[in-house]
């Protein structure tokens, strides 16, 4: 289809990091005035990005907080759903792992 009548361009896809959107509270923050569009023109993303990101500020905080430093360059963090459960066979495969493979020094 031609988009001949749609003077509206559709944006390259852009993966922002937890610091990118942590910036983007950050700004949003400082100057209240700042309009989502503008904004999203600066960085390049489009305008419903920029809302997503505001509208998830309190779980991207948090994230934050608790991250640790290598974590603010990745793209997408994965939060476990049941963080006891994964710590069970966490250590459930370090004692396989020893019993089978001895020759592994797993710490």
């Given at each position: 289809m031609d988009n001949i009548?749609?003077?509206?361009?559709?944006?390259?896809?852009?993966?922002?990091?937890?610091?990118?959107?942590?910036?983007i509270i950050k700004r949003k923050e400082t100057d209240v005035r700042l309009s989502d569009e503008k904004l999203a023109n600066e960085l390049g993303v489009d305008r419903s990005t920029i809302s997503?990101?505001?509208?998830?500020?309190?779980k991207l905080l948090r994230l934050h907080a608790n991250a640790k430093n290598s974590d603010l360059?990745?793209?997408r963090i994965r939060v476990a759903r049941f963080p006891s459960l994964e710590e069970a066979l966490y250590k459930g495969s370090k004692v396989y792992a020893v019993e089978m493979f001895p020759f592994l020094k797993i710490y």
């Open positions: 009548g749609n003077s509206r361009q559709r944006k390259q896809r852009r993966n922002l990091s937890l610091e990118d959107k942590i910036n997503g990101i505001l509208r998830k500020k309190e360059k990745k793209l």
